[in-house]
């Protein structure tokens, strides 16, 4: 993210905006906003202070640092210095401080870093927000719970390269199995059933007593039509897929960089 | 666009307690030294104006250095916090940061040491003249020209601490080197040179040669005014550029 606005130098490649290379834009924070790390702020500098020298240096009025105070909830400690800020306040801070330009692309490394679960619900929703009124929001996360509720396309990355670029869900089907979970007083029936069409059929738990399995490779409608078939009752029909994280995982096990050795 | 880079270094300086403090200190020591000095002095009707202005001239210098060391800690203050990152993605040129901070460097050092050095004089006059002394300009020669150097000593002494801060880029070790410099370093190599059977090293200090022209007339063995000030502003330019070509070949 530092090499996409000029801050270190790529190796090789380029980012453009709109066409053009960062530090070709006139007044860039008025196209891109950038929060990198929420520690990039002088502690005893007040809050308003550091957004009036973006604001200035940008060339964005003044005017706009109470605007965007109000929009990340800091305006009642705006004139406080920055050592006074928890984690999460410094990463509102540093998100005023990329939305300073009104900007149409946004970039944000680990946004939600320090958040209580009241700041990643607000950010969650401020990303969301953003997004919905047409700008490009591209976050860096380790944070895949929290990815997957608030991104719509993933780029996933291991080892510097680039391993898969696609939409959340499609992610999540294409690098996990989706599984079916059957509850009924006639499990063994529907074992039965569905092994004779090809598919893969756990019981779980107790094979004597238990009343629930677990199906793969069949969809879920399938599994309900067998059932229908012969007048099985059900408790429970439920598509079971896996997490972003497991998916993640599966993808990225070959490129995990550091791994315990257990 | 480079009118705005200026406003928001400016900003930058002042919203900063201690570099507030530095100011407050580089003004307030000349002024009290120099009051002082005209209380207490046993026999003010032989203070003449030369010897108050030497006296000022040579209390600014110690709050030159504290001056540079307040050009040293707002450049690396913004290494060591990263706010250079988010400087540098509001404004991509780093050329223009730079010389914005020598800028913002150059006219406040200038006009805190031009401030400190008249109200030195009218307060410590005006308590001497209290006393009887005839203290006054027309007793100073080359009062112009010693202002001058001062001046340009304090503008060069603000481009110095920006440079090496360009390429240190660490607090401490900016104003320890600042500090040293002048102090130490200058002296050490002038002495190795001197055993090593060179003459006149001290002359060619580059420090030593600025300092000599603003403390007195460039009599003697000092290079003089204007070359004293001149010879150290060509090594702060140096430093400013070679600090540049780092800056823009380094990582922010």
């Not at chain 2, 020669?141 to 001046?151: H, K, N, P, Q, Y």
Request: glycine share 8%; net charge negative; proline share 3%.
């Amino acid at each position: 993210m530092r090499c996409m606005i000029g801050l270190d130098r790529a190796d090789a490649g380029q980012v453009t905006f709109d066409g053009s290379p960062y530090h070709d834009l006139s007044q860039p924070i008025t196209h891109v906003g950038v929060l990198l790390d929420a520690g990039y702020v002088h502690p005893a500098r007040r809050a308003v202070d550091h957004l009036r020298t973006v604001a200035v240096a940008g060339g964005v009025a003044r005017s706009r640092v109470d605007d965007v105070l109000e929009m990340v909830g800091l305006v009642s400690v705006g004139r406080s210095r920055v050592r006074r800020y928890s984690l999460g306040m410094r990463q509102r801070l540093g998100l005023a401080a990329a939305l300073l330009g009104d900007p149409a692309v946004v970039i944000l490394d680990e946004p939600a870093n320090g958040l209580d679960p009241e700041g990643i619900r607000w950010i969650r929703d401020m990303l969301r927000h953003l997004a919905s009124h047409g700008r490009t929001v591209l976050v860096s996360s380790h944070q895949l719970g929290e990815i997957s509720l608030m991104a719509d396309d993933l780029v996933v990355i291991g080892r510097g390269r680039l391993i898969d670029e696609c939409p959340v869900g499609e992610f999540i089907r294409r690098h996990t199995t989706t599984r079916v979970r059957v509850r009924s007083p006639h499990i063994g029936e529907i074992v039965r059933q569905v092994r004779a069409r090809g598919a893969d059929a756990d019981i779980v738990g107790d094979l004597a007593f238990s009343d629930a399995a677990v199906i793969t490779g069949l969809a879920i409608v399938d599994v309900g039509e067998i059932a229908a078939e012969f007048g099985a009752v059900l408790h429970e029909l439920t598509e079971v897929t896996d997490s972003l994280e497991d998916a993640f995982l599966s993808v990225t096990g070959e490129a995990a960089e550091f791994r315990s050795g257990s | 666009m480079t009118g705005a880079v200026l406003a928001a270094e400016w900003i930058k300086v002042h919203t900063i307690r201690v570099h507030r403090v530095l100011v407050g200190v580089a003004f307030a020591f000349p002024v009290l030294v120099a009051v002082l000095v005209a209380v207490f002095t046993p026999e003010p009707r032989v203070v003449f104006g030369n010897e108050v202005i030497d006296l000022i001239s040579g209390t600014s210098v110690v709050s030159l250095l504290l001056l540079a060391c307040l050009w040293a800690i707002n450049l690396t203050a913004e290494y060591a916090h990263g706010t250079i990152r988010v400087t540098y993605a509001a404004v991509p040129s780093r050329w223009r940061v730079v010389a914005a901070k020598a800028a913002i460097g150059s006219l406040v050092t200038a006009a805190v040491v031009a401030v400190t050095f008249w109200v030195a004089w009218w307060v410590s006059t005006a308590v001497l003249s209290s006393r009887g002394s005839s203290a006054s300009l027309d007793q100073v020669r080359d009062i112009w020209a010693t202002f001058a150097a001062l001046i340009a000593l304090s503008v060069v002494v603000s481009w110095f601490a920006l440079g090496l801060g360009l390429i240190i880029r660490n607090s401490p070790a900016t104003v320890v080197v600042t500090l040293l410099w002048p102090l130490l370093i200058e002296n050490l190599v002038s002495l190795a040179f001197t055993l090593a059977g060179v003459d006149e090293a001290q002359r060619w200090m580059p420090y030593q040669a600025a300092i000599t022209a603003v403390v007195d007339d460039g009599g003697g063995d000092s290079l003089g005014r204007p070359w004293g000030p001149l010879y150290f502003a060509a090594l702060a330019a140096v430093l400013v550029g070679v600090g540049m070509v780092l800056e823009n070949r380094r990582d922010a």
